[in-house]
């Protein structure tokens, strides 16, 4: 991995970004996380709206965020800006250390994205939820905390640095390469 940067060299990372497409983008990298901690690359994915990402531990992993424990279903799929990894993570075979499972060239801002919000992956539909996708101590871990400062920040939270959680709400599958395309709900 890449040595962790500044705050600042991030900040002027992020402003040397090229604008990412508002309505129709590319699906860049999947990864599956067949448990805790391990990943796995895959050119294609299926999507289900009872497991998620099919092959990943989210229908397995115990969530803080419900009563009981069980898997979040506002947090089945996360989603993080292709560009945004580079710049964390540096070359692509560790972006999957950032722990997402899917990686676009598509703005993924509250501005462009609001919950709700309904994208088509490959021949799968996926809806934008309310939850926060913030930066946990693992992400701390393995980027630093100039890292983990610069995605959360309050002037940056809106830009959703650190990437968005969706659900499944139409079963297909994904590639490496397909269109990312906002549709209507």
Wanted: some cysteine.
């Amino acid at each position: 991995m890449e040595s962790q940067r500044t705050v600042e060299d991030l900040q002027a990372a992020l402003a040397a970004m090229p604008l990412a497409p508002r309505d129709v983008g590319a699906v860049e990298w999947l990864v599956r996380r067949p448990v805790p901690l391990e990943r796995e690359v895959v050119e294609w994915a299926e999507l289900c709206p009872e497991r998620g990402l099919v092959g990943d531990c989210w229908p397995s992993k115990p969530s803080k965020c419900t009563t009981d424990g069980s898997p979040h279903p506002e947090m089945q799929l996360t989603l993080m800006n292709a560009a945004v990894t580079k710049v964390i993570a540096g070359p692509k075979q560790d972006w999957a250390a950032a722990g997402d499972q899917i990686y676009v060239d598509f703005d993924l801002s509250e501005a462009s994205l609001p919950a709700g919000t309904r994208l088509q992956l490959g021949t799968a539909v996926i809806e934008i939820t309310a939850e926060e996708h913030l930066g946990c101590g693992k992400f701390h871990e393995r980027f630093g905390s100039a890292a983990l400062r610069w995605v959360n920040g309050k002037e940056r939270r809106g830009l959703r640095l650190r990437g968005v959680n969706a659900k499944v709400v139409q079963a297909g599958k994904v590639a490496v390469g397909d269109q990312l395309r906002r549709i209507e709900a």
